[in-house]
T-cell receptor
């Protein structure tokens, strides 16, 4: 799986959009970008994933650059409950994705300020 | 997390004791996983099972054994616990991707 690089921490004001960057310059053509988050003491929670097109769901939006070497997770209206560690993971995915495990880095600790 | 149940939630062991961590899922997923998470670190894969009857080693398998009892259950066993195995253990399941995680077992070994 391709390696990812994320800033160790970020702050965002409550109600503003939180934009979390991720670099994955060695991504392969069949690898997806996945985002998970881990709220303190809980198990990781899947947020969103994409291959090359921008994606949006009820939790977030994912913007992937045209060359696919980086992406940004956007939480449009951050709340205090969005304070968590956010992990960007690149791997073969989709319904036919591999059954082997995920490789987690240290992620970005996002702190939402009141 | 709905669908993935881990037991126990907390456990304290003495060095050399053995125990089994249990994981059960009702999501009808083929694949199941065990991870450990140490303070300030991301999760690391211990073992996984792509389907009932198969298991494979992950990044940090030493000191652990697993059993895929049936499609629903995947257990992790520590035969002789060591202080270095103090960690939070997470079970996950999937059908392809993404993975769905339980809330973890917090294990301390004295």
């Amino acid at each position: 799986d391709a390696k990812t690089t994320q800033p160790p921490s970020m702050d965002c004001a409550e109600g503003r959009a939180a934009n979390l960057p991720c670099n994955h310059s060695t991504i392969s053509g069949n690898e997806y970008v996945y985002w998970y988050r881990q709220i303190h003491s809980q198990g990781p929670q899947y947020i969103i994933h994409g291959l090359k097109n921008n994606e949006t769901n009820e939790m977030a939006s994912l913007i992937i650059t045209e060359d696919r070497k980086s992406s940004t997770l956007i939480l449009p209206h951050a709340t205090l409950r969005d304070t968590a560690v956010y992990y960007c993971i690149v791997r073969v995915g989709g319904a036919g994705g591999g059954a082997d495990g995920l490789t987690f880095g240290k992620g970005t600790h996002l702190i939402i300020q009141p | 997390n709905a669908g993935v149940t881990q037991t126990p939630k907390f456990q304290v062991l003495k060095t050399g004791q053995s125990m089994t961590l249990q994981c059960a899922q009702d999501m009808n997923h083929n694949s199941m996983y065990w991870y450990r998470q140490d303070p300030g670190m991301g999760l690391r894969l211990i073992y996984y099972s792509a389907s009932e009857g198969t298991t494979d080693k992950g990044e940090v398998p030493n000191g652990y054994n697993v059993s895929r009892l049936n499609k629903r259950e995947f257990s992790l066993r520590l035969e002789s616990a060591a202080p270095s195995q103090t960690s939070v253990y997470f079970c996950a399941t999937s059908r392809g991707q993404p993975q769905h995680f339980g809330d973890g077992t917090r294990l301390s070994i004295l």
